[in-house]
């Protein structure tokens, strides 16, 4: 499938940009966010591997502006996904698995992006449901 092919290129030009240079990050994420308005439900999990991938210290200046491309891939990949009316649990569960592997100073800008992507009516219950499922899983554990 030729859209996965191309979501999966963007991915590693945005894990590993060419050169190492911040522009083509910003750049790829650019482009899965544009392709998460068409197909959510495929690049959502990409957008995903990115955030949870990416490696950036936290305040660093050279990485702000990928930070936010990164943030704006999210949302789109978010509401392309309630926008093509497809149900929240899958989407609650696949920020869940990835929500651990998130850098510590990077989970709180996941959620928000994600409330912000989703329906009002949804946004802020789903992420508190997110919560306390992790927060239930981790005292099992």
């Known amino acids: ?5 191309e979501a999966e290129a963007m ?3 945005a894990l590993k940009p060419p050169g ?11 482009v899965l966010a544009k392709m998460a308005l068409v197909s959510p439900s495929g690049v959502l ?3 995903l591997t990115v955030c949870g991938s990416l490696v950036m210290a936290p305040g660093e200046a050279s990485t702000a502006q990928s930070e936010r491309a990164l943030n704006k891939a999210i949302q ?4 392309g996904w309630h926008q093509a009316g497809l149900p929240s649990a899958p989407l609650l569960a696949r920020v869940a698995e990835v ?3 998130v850098a510590p100073h990077r989970r709180a800008p ?3 992006c994600l409330v912000r992507g989703m329906p009002q009516s949804e946004g802020l219950k789903g992420v508190l449901a997110l919560l306390l499922k992790q927060a239930a899983k981790d005292k099992e554990e």
């Open 99 to 101: 929500a651990t592997s």
């Open 11 to 13: 991915v590693r030009a």
């Open 76 to 79: 789109a990949a978010v509401s």
């Open 110 to 112: 996941l959620l928000v």
């Open 1 to 5: 499938e030729i859209e996965a092919v």
């Open 45 to 47: 999990t990409h957008v």
């Open 20 to 30: 190492g240079e911040a522009a083509a990050r910003e750049a790829a994420l650019g």
